[in-house]
Each structure stands twice: as C-alpha cells, then as structure tokens.
C-alpha cells in the first residue's frame, strides 16, 4: 500500500511538472498569460508530491518491506533503524528519488519567495526547472522505478554494504545531492534570464544564494567524503583523485567560479555572458558526475555495454539539458553582451582571472577522468592518477593561489600597483621566512613545499581585507569572503603537512610487544573478540603515549559482517592539537603476532578544518546576502506604505 | 564513532574455539545471540590466520616495511602510484587485496636488491600493461593528456588577453 502510494504520488509529479513546463513555456506567449497564474502553485505542490513520494519509501526501508524488491536488495531485518533510513538513499533508485525530491522541492522554494525578477523570467525559470525535472521523473518511472514489487517476497533482505554502514556515509550522499540539485535552480535561472534577455544585476542576485547553497553543500559533501575514505578504507588517505571523488569536485569548481561570476555581475554588472555560460557548466558537471557515478561505467566501459539502459538515460539527459541550454546560449550570444569593461589590475580583473583558473583545473579533471573510458573504448586500458592530476592540478592551482591571495585587496574597475603593492609586504615576508626555513629543514619535496610557503603567506593575506575596516560595520559577506579564504589556506597547510612529515609504522606484535611511530610509543596490551548488532569483530587495546606524556588506549577492530558477509577494518584515532595518530589491526601473523599499521599525521585535521572553514564562510555571505535583501524589501514595503498614507 | 556499538561477545562455544585459535581474552560475559552468529564468528576466526599465514610465506613484505628509510620512502612512493588489479580506484599502498600484498612485497623486494623505482614500473607495465600504472606514459593514445595544459594555457591567454584589451579602453 505504502509502495503503491509513493508511486503515485511520483507520476502525479511528473504529470505536474510537465504540466508546470507547458504553463509556463505557453504563458511566455501573447496567447497563453492567464495561464501564468498557475505555475508558481503547481511547482510548490509538485514538490511536495516529489517529498511524499520520498517519505513512502522511507518508512518501506524503516519497517523492511520486503516485497518490495529495492528493500530487499539493499536492506535487511537486523540492520540498525538508522541504516536502514539511511538505506533508502543508498542505492541507485532511492537516491534517484531523493535527487529529484530535492529538485522538486527547491523548485517549489524558488516560486514560493522569489518575487524580485520580472514575471516573465520567473516563469521561463520554473519552466526550465520542471523541464529538467520532467526528464529526471521519466529516468525514474521508466528505468528505475524505486516501488517495483517482488512476488514472492524473500525471507530476508541482502543486506547493505557494510562499507555504507557508517554515520558519515549515511549523511554524505544527501549532502552532495543538495549541492548538486542547488545548481540546478542557478541553470534554470540562466536559462530563463536567457530566454526573455534579463541578464543583469537581478537575475546574479536571485541566482546567489542558490549558487552559495549548492557550494556549501558541495563543500561540506567533498569535506565529508574525503573524512570518511580517511578513516573507513583504512589506510589513512585522504584523496586519491578516484573518478567518484573528481565526480564532486568538478561541480565544486564550476560552482566556485560561478559564485565569484555571479559576484561581479551582481555588483558591477560585468562579466554577463561568462556567469550565464558558468550557470549551464555547473550543472551540466553535476550531471556528468551523477552519470559517471550512476551508470556503472566506472567499473568497466563493458559492463555499462552490457547495461546500458540507465547510462543511456542518463547521457540523453546530458545531451538534451547541455544540449538545449548551449543552443539558446548561441541563439541568444548576440544579444547579451559583456557589460561593464574594467582594468587589468581591478577587483573584477583577478576575479576573471581566477575563473578561468578555476575552469583550467575543471578541464583538466574532466579530461584526466575521462580519458581513460575513452581509451577503453577504443581497445586500450590505461590508469590517470595523482602523478598526473597532482602536478597538472597545481599548474594552475599555485598560480591561482597567488591571485586569491591578491584579489580581494584591489578595488573596482582600477586600480594601481603601486597602491596594493605596500600591502602585501607582510604575506611577501612571510611567504620568504617560510621559504628559507622550509628549506633549512629540507627533505621537502616540490608540491608539500608550496603548499607550506604559499598557505602561510596566503592565512595571512586572507585577513587583510578586514584591516581598514571597522569590524562592526564590516558587512557579513565580506567577513565570509574572509573565512573561506583562510580555510583555503588552513586545508593547504593540513594537505602539504599531511605529505611532508606523515610517519607510517608496519609491524607484527605479541600481545605486550611495542612500538614507536614518530614521537608515539605504542604497546599492544591485547587483541579480544567483540560483537555488534550485525557483525563481530577482533578488537586490539594499543597503549600508546606521545613524548613522555599520559597513557592513552586507542580500539582499532578487524571487523566481519556477515549480512552480506565480508570485512572491514575500523581504524581508531587519537587526536591532538598538532596531528592524528591513526591506527588499524591487521590479520593475525604468523605465531601469535598481529599485524598492527600505525600512522603519526601531523596537521592533518587541518584538511577537514579547511574545508569547514570555507563553508562557514559561505554560511555567513548566504545570511549577509539574504538579510540584505529582506532589509531591502521590508523597507521598500514601509516606502510604498508612507506613500499610501500620504496618498489619502 | 564504532565503539559505542561494541559489546563484549562469549559463550562456552565460542570460548572453547578461542582457546583453539589461541587467542588470548580476559573477560567472558554470555550473552544471548543465535547459533547462526556463532557459526559464522567460528569461520571468520579460522579463515583469518590462515589466509594471513598462506601471505607470508609468499609476500613477506606485503605488510613490512624496509630497515632502510631511505629505501622504504622510495618503495612507498612508487606503490602508491601503481594500481590494485583486483579492487576498484585503489593503489596496492591502500588496500588488503592479495594480489596488492604481493605486488608490495615484490616492490620493496626489488628496492633492496637496489633496483630503481622507473624500473620496476617499466617491468610491471610490460607484465600487466599500462593500467597498471597510475602515472600515464606519453605514448600515441595518451599525448592529449599532456597536451590539454598547453592547449589551456593558450586558451586562457588568448581569453584574458582579448578581454582586457576591451577593458582597456575607456
């Protein structure tokens, strides 16, 4: 009943969404404007028909419905409640569903508040958004329905992969698709300031808070993720330029070049054709890690051959969304032009700079990523990892770095060398101190080497913007502008001394043997056996000391699961100010020894901090941004009410 | 964050068998759990030293490390850049599989017999072919890798370079 529920609340969604896209698109014409009135409703109610539809397939994961085959396949009885909610999203169709939940009810957001553009574009918008929506329903419906029954219904589910039993993961997928759908409104509204020529101030600043969400989202999804391959896989790194972490970082940097584009054109009304371009690139790079991560071509090129159906799906979305969007852009090029013309050496001149940076990188992940199913295709297997993406990455990222570090001090439209020049001797003289030092103490190599130098004179250059200006009447974006620049610059640090001075230790221990790992003593007092609610485990007690410290006791466990059967290895971690002790219980060795893998990372929460840093940061230009609006609406509100009253 | 979901596991079955695999325990509380639980905690005690041992006599440094630290960062840093056949996006530095235990055990093996790192790369390569490794060779199928910076490059400045020459202008 519940399953039959949610499917029908999904096809009457789509049903409205085409209704929603028809609407709005007839409302466009002379003809068709009293049916204008009914696309904002329509919108609002089809997300929550998309929600319904969601909500149903929770509560069948919650009570394990097993005669619904998606349940069965991916859960199983004896699961803990919270993975079995968290379930629901963690397979293809469920997080489909959510996919398009989010979509819908962001659609429903944006026609419930957003009353600053003109009617028009408002209209061309949803209609754009429920067309995109229209196609994510149809992939849904038609090629993976989340309801479908199973007659009979087993026993037993399968089980969820124990990999994804974990608080982190549960949480991380919601995240990046909240990111990923939130720039699905910035394409929308790029393509409805396309269609009706309203490229300007107004159209960036509905667009912004949108494009910032998605960036938070995305930022806080990547931080997450790459916390969670830290501690769960087992072997303590951090990012492995795997095609499903490229598949997040892509949107993220199309997103960020959006939001310093949509920034200028806010605030100058420059750069209009390149952030309507960055509007359909962000989300067309959210599409292109969904396919990449939701087809199965990751695997082999050959077994999304052999199933091609939702891959295909998905890569006619692609063509027909970038597709559509990049026509309208050609037909409509002519008419927007670039707005207003600035210096070189201005606030916009380093922000344009920093874009195609920005889009220099993105090119470079999109290519490395999928150059290797290309040459699949073509007969011939080869790898593209961190050798490559590291060194190709910072071509552009050490360039980019040194014009993040300036950008922010110059002013609009002009400004002089001579001017900015005096204010950056102190980052100049720190980033120089840290040089010969880094140097003094050597065995550095190239990369963690700039990343030192270059995040130390960059935390300091972050905050100078905040250094002729009273505190209190800074505006909150700037202080955002600020903090996410700074956690920029404290996640390089954390990267480059993660590489530089990571100690590894590898051993084989008698219960009372110990070890050393950088300034650690480690003693492996014993090894018992454990048990959880679907799984037991060997649990190793290692007393450890840092210097001549206290004895603290870390708990890493080799762990069985057993629905569906396989092992895992739960990492323990000891965190101090100035790094991570990481620790992980091998197999049994040979006699009664067991192999224990230690690893001193000094600073290496410093990555994770960056990373929350620069959301905060962009938390706090949403709230400056959306006070600001709400200050300008409320007072034109008392404007129009003084008049009024005069009036009579 | 697993520990709070960790409790101590015995019953007289169970103890008995953690005698046999001579395993040293200390508390021994019993609790209720099914026979099917049991069952299954047997296996996966018996399967683990023997796998483990099976590796040792095969890869006796798939999980040791060199006396030699300069040679030990050499072997690290090459494993981290070649790839475990066996499991999907992982290098054989990061991974439990055992072909990735032997393959390290091969290359800190040939590191101390004094061989060096692009050597044994070419000599993985020509076994398993390039996918093995994760540092793309510049051949005829894989110069547009190396290529794309460039070509970005160009493209960058030709960008900039016509845009502020408009801006210029007043």
């Not at chain 1, 199973?150 to 589910?157: K, Q, S, V």
């Not at chain 1, 590894?504 to 008698?510: D, G, S, W």
């Not at chain 1, 000891?574 to 991570?580: A, D, F, M």
């Amino acid at each position: 009943m519940t399953a039959e529920l949610g499917l029908a609340a999904l096809w009457l969604a789509a049903a409205l969404a085409l209704l929603q896209l028809m609407a709005g698109a007839l409302a466009l014409t002379a003809r068709g404007s009293a049916l204008g009135g009914i696309v904002r409703p329509v919108a609002v109610v089809q997300g929550l028909l998309a929600l319904i539809a969601f909500v149903a397939l929770i509560c069948l994961f919650a009570v394990t419905d097993l005669s619904v085959k998606l349940v069965a396949l991916n859960s199983h009885s004896m699961k803990p409640l919270v993975f079995k909610i968290a379930g629901a999203w963690g397979n293809h169709e469920g997080s489909m569903l959510l996919w398009v939940t989010v979509m819908g009810l962001a659609g429903g957001i944006v026609a419930l508040v957003e009353r600053r553009l003109p009617e028009r574009t408002m209209l061309a918008t949803l209609a754009g958004q429920a067309f995109v929506s229209l196609g994510f329903y149809a992939f849904l419906l038609i090629a993976s329905n989340p309801f479908e029954r199973l007659d009979p219904a087993p026993l037993e589910g399968n089980g969820l992969n124990p990999l994804l039993q974990d608080l982190g993961l549960a949480f991380h997928p919601p995240t990046l698709y909240l990111g990923y759908v939130g720039l699905s409104i910035a394409f929308s509204f790029a393509i409805g300031a396309l269609v009706t020529r309203e490229v300007g101030p107004a159209f960036a600043r509905a667009m912004r808070p949108w494009v910032l969400g998605a960036w938070i989202f995305l930022t806080l999804g990547i931080t997450a993720g790459s916390y969670w391959a830290y501690y769960e896989l087992g072997w303590g790194g951090w990012w492995f330029w795997d095609p499903v972490e490229n598949a997040s970082l892509m949107p993220w940097l199309a997103a960020t070049a959006l939001l310093h584009s949509a920034g200028v054109l806010a605030a100058r009304n420059a750069l209009r054709a390149w952030t309507v371009m960055l509007g359909v690139v962000a989300f067309s790079m959210s599409m292109v890690g969904t396919f990449l991560v939701r087809s199965g071509i990751l695997t082999s090129v050959h077994a999304f051959a052999v199933d091609p159906e939702r891959g295909s799906f998905i890569l006619a979305l692609l063509a027909i969304n970038i597709g559509g969007a990049l026509t309208l852009f050609g037909l409509r090029a002519s008419t927007v032009t670039e707005g207003e013309r600035f210096a070189v050496v201005s606030r916009e001149g380093a922000l344009v700079i920093n874009n195609v940076l920005l889009c220099a990188i993105l090119g470079i992940v999109l290519f490395g990523t999928l150059y290797p199913l290309v040459a699949e295709a073509m007969g011939a297997k080869v790898s593209v990892g961190p050798p490559y993406f590291n060194p190709m990455g910072a071509l552009f990222f050490v360039p980019m770095l040194l014009v993040l570090a300036v950008g922010p001090l110059l002013r609009w439209r002009r400004d002089s060398v001579e001017r900015f020049g005096k204010r950056l001797l102190i980052p100049a003289l720190v980033t120089g101190f840290a040089a010969v030092a880094a140097l003094v103490v050597g065995g550095i190599a190239l990369l963690p080497f700039l990343g030192l130098v270059l995040g130390l004179g960059l935390a300091v250059a972050s905050v100078l913007p905040l250094r002729d200006r009273n505190l209190r009447r800074t505006p909150l974006p700037i202080w955002g502008m600020v903090l996410a620049h700074f956690g920029v610059a404290v996640a390089l640090l954390g990267m480059a001394s993660e590489s530089a001075w990571s100690v590894e230790r590898l051993v084989a221990l008698r219960a009372g043997e110990s070890t050393s790992v950088g300034p650690w003593r480690v003693r492996l007092a014993d090894v018992e056996p454990v048990a959880g609610p679907n799984w037991t485990a060997l649990e190793g007690k290692l007393e450890v000391r840092y210097g001549g410290g206290a004895e603290q006791v870390l708990r890493p466990q080799a762990r069985s699961f057993w629905t569906p059967p396989q092992q895992t290895s739960e990492s323990a971690l000891l965190t101090r100010w100035n790094g991570q002790l990481y620790a992980v219980l091998g197999e049994q060795a040979s006699g009664d020894r067991w192999q224990v893998r230690l690893w001193w990372k000094p600073f290496v929460t410093l990555i994770w901090l960056g990373g929350i840093l620069i959301a905060l940061g962009g938390v706090l230009a949403v709230i400056g941004h959306v006070a600001s609006d709400l200050r300008r609406i409320v007072a034109r509100g008392k404007i129009a009410y003084r008049r009024e009253r005069q009036g009579r | 964050m697993n520990r709070s979901l960790s409790t101590p596991l015995s019953s007289s079955v169970a103890e008995t068998l953690w005698h046999r695999a001579q395993v040293s325990r200390r508390r021994s509380t019993r609790t209720g759990l099914g026979a099917c639980l049991l069952a299954f905690l047997v296996l996966a005690l018996f399967a683990f030293p023997v796998v483990a041992q099976e590796m040792e006599s095969t890869a006796p440094y798939a999980y040791r490390q060199l006396d030699e630290a300069a040679k030990e960062a050499k072997a690290q840093s090459l494993m981290q850049t070649l790839r475990c056949l066996q499991c999907q996006g992982q290098s054989i530095a990061d991974s439990d599989a055992p072909i990735a235990g032997s393959m390290r055990s091969l290359v800190r093996e040939r590191i101390a017999a004094g061989e060096e790192p692009e050597a044994i790369r070419a000599w993985l390569i020509e076994r398993y072919g390039d996918y093995v490794s994760y540092a793309p060779r510049v051949t005829g199928l894989t110069w547009p890798l190396f290529a794309l910076p460039l070509v970005l490059v160009a493209l960058a400045a030709f960008l900039l370079r016509h845009r502020f020459r408009r801006g210029e202008r007043p």
